[in-house]
């Protein structure tokens, strides 16, 4: 599987960006996906992930609503809708999947795709 995040971009502080991430292979409906953040000197942390069947999805604390995971699995895409951006936000977003169909972990995530930037300004 082979994963390409893009939507990244520079948004003002309270903005809105639509992350998507594009999957090859037949078997994408069957994985688990996540999105990851890695902010500079930081290390990477969970965003938010979604199941084979698509519920419920899980997200992290610092979400706090602002956040909605959704996937297509007839365009073999899954999508990372963020309102209410803050500077905190600003990190590379990567997406992953899990062949397994549920998310147990990021060390589970076999497959990660390339990040897209996304930088909240003040």
């Known amino acids: 599987v082979q994963l390409q995040a893009s939507g990244g971009g520079l948004v003002q502080d309270g903005g809105s960006l639509r992350l998507s991430c594009a999957a090859s292979?037949?078997?994408?409906?069957?994985?688990?996906l996540g999105w990851f953040r890695q902010a500079p000197g930081k290390e990477r942390e969970f965003v938010a992930a979604?199941?084979?069947?698509?519920?419920?999805?899980y997200y992290a604390d610092f979400v706090d609503g602002r956040f909605t995971i959704s996937r297509d699995n007839a365009k073999n895409t899954v999508y990372l809708q963020m309102n209410s951006l803050k500077p905190e936000d600003t990190a590379v977003y990567y997406c992953?999947?899990?062949?397994?169909?549920?998310?147990?972990?990021?060390?589970?995530?076999?497959?990660w795709g390339v990040g897209t930037l996304v930088t909240v300004s003040s």
């Open positions: 979604i199941n084979w069947r698509g519920r419920p999805p």
């Open positions: 292979g037949r078997t994408f409906s069957s994985y688990a």
């Open positions: 992953a999947a899990d062949p397994r169909g549920y998310y147990t972990g990021s060390d589970k995530m076999d497959y």
